[in-house]
Structure formats: structure tokens, C-alpha cells
């Protein structure tokens, strides 16, 4: 059964932060492999949360320079979202 949960948006930042400072250099391929996943894993869900973010910003704005201005910066950071490889 898989089920998502909500965490602070601090807490997600405070996990992200200690798991770039573990070595875990001395450990096998497997450890390896799961740390690199959730690692990337985490770090995509903090991308998404600006792009939504970014979103918000094109709904909410005031005028249409402003909307047109946040709407290049969404369409700017989904295509880097989109380019952005673990491997």
C-alpha cells in the first residue's frame, strides 16, 4: 500500500541538508544506489514545490506584465525540471 504524507517544508529541507553530508563512500553498491535515489527523489520533490510555487505567482498576479513576467519563470524552471537528470 503506498500512501504520501505531508512534512514541513522545513523538516524536507533539514533532510535533504544531512543526507549531502553523510559519506557513504565506505558503503556497498546497494546502500549506495538507495541513498543516491531517495536523495534525488527528495531533492525533485523541492523542485516541484517552486515550480508550483511558480504557478501560484502567474494566478495571483496583479497586471499582465507581471503575469506574463511569472509566466516566463514557470515555463523557465518546468523546462529545467524537465532536463534534469540523476544520472
Known sequence: MCKNVMIPL????????????????????PTRDIYCHV???????KKK????????KIVQADNPDDRD?????YLRQKRVLGDYDPF
Do not use: F, P
Open 10 to 29: 522545513a523538516l524536507l529541507n533539514q533532510i535533504v541538508d544531512l543526507l549531502k553530508c553523510w559519506d557513504i563512500s565506505e558503503y556497498g553498491y
Open 39 to 45: 536523495l534525488w527523489a527528495l531533492n525533485m520533490k
Open 49 to 56: 514545490l517552486k515550480l508550483r510555487d511558480a504557478y501560484a
Open 69 to 73: 513576467g511569472a509566466r516566463i519563470e
